[in-house]
């Protein structure tokens, strides 16, 4: 997969730790990880035709907590048929390679508002994803903004989802044996081999214009943490 252009501010750099081929290993291993995972474990769709139903509402705007994104490419229909927003920040080209393994498209830029701010790339992020929904394919972006704690829904979501007239589609997972790191600002779920994976589609939000950014945003939260914790409670069953 060749990554769409965008702008990529330059971190200052931390020597090893920070340099791009190890960054794209990362990705590359935490992909055959997620794989290893899907061929040892069960996964259940709710709703059992998840797949469909979202497939029918493409191109979409998928959806999910911070905390769900290495489960993603276990949820989308069809990976190779969506976009994905990676940060430019080093940790950034680890998600940008780990989608880019199941044939995501990765685009660079930040979630916060998609303004132009130094070194970020946020309108050009912006206009890379308005575009590939235009093409037909569909896009996949966490709500909330690193680093910031809390699961405070991104301005820029709810933009695109007003630019495009696209629906939001959210999604979450939880499986039954896993690690969530709780001193991560995202509290990431690792899932584990051998579990029964719950993968789920919530209810779409339509962002029309009878509806205003903070409603918008309000709505979209209350549905992904009602989804999250649906999962993780199913899993737990």
């Given at each position: 997969m060749t990554p769409s252009p965008g702008p990529d501010g330059p971190a200052e750099s931390r020597g090893l730790i920070?340099?791009?081929?190890?960054?794209?290993?990362?990705?590359?291993?935490?992909?055959?990880?997620?794989?290893?995972?899907?061929?040892?474990?069960?996964?259940?769709?709710?709703?059992?035709?998840?797949?469909?139903?979202?497939?029918a509402l493409e191109p979409a705007i998928y959806v999910s907590w911070h905390a769900n994104i290495l489960a993603i490419p276990l949820i989308v229909p069809d990976p190779k048929r969506v976009v994905a927003l990676a940060s430019p920040h080093p940790d950034g080209q680890i998600a940008a390679e780990y989608g880019r393994a199941f044939g995501m498209t990765a685009v660079l830029g930040t979630g916060m508002s998609f303004k132009q701010v130094h070194g970020t790339g946020g309108m050009a992020g912006f206009r890379n994803l308005l575009r590939g929904l235009r093409d037909g394919r569909s896009v996949y972006l966490c709500a909330e903004v690193p680093p910031v704690p809390g699961r405070a829904?991104?301005?820029?979501?709810?933009?695109?989802?007003?630019?495009?007239?696209?629906?939001?589609?959210?999604?979450a997972a939880a499986s039954s044996r896993r690690t969530i790191i709780e001193r991560l600002w995202d509290r990431m779920q690792i899932n584990h081999p051998g579990?029964?994976?719950?993968?789920?589609?919530?209810?779409?939000?339509?962002?029309?214009?009878?509806?205003?950014?903070?409603t918008a945003a309000a709505t979209l939260k209350a549905r992904l943490d009602a989804l999250y914790a649906e999962a993780l409670a199913r899993a737990d069953r």
């Open positions: 920070d340099a791009l081929w190890l960054r794209r290993l990362v990705g590359r291993l935490l992909a055959l990880y997620t794989r290893f995972v899907r061929r040892t474990s069960r996964i259940v769709d709710e709703p059992s035709d998840l797949r469909a139903r979202s497939a829904v991104s301005k820029g979501v709810i933009a695109l989802a007003r630019k495009s007239g696209r629906p939001l589609v959210p999604l579990s029964l994976i719950v993968t789920m589609m919530g209810e779409p939000l339509e962002v029309g214009p009878e509806m205003d950014d903070e």
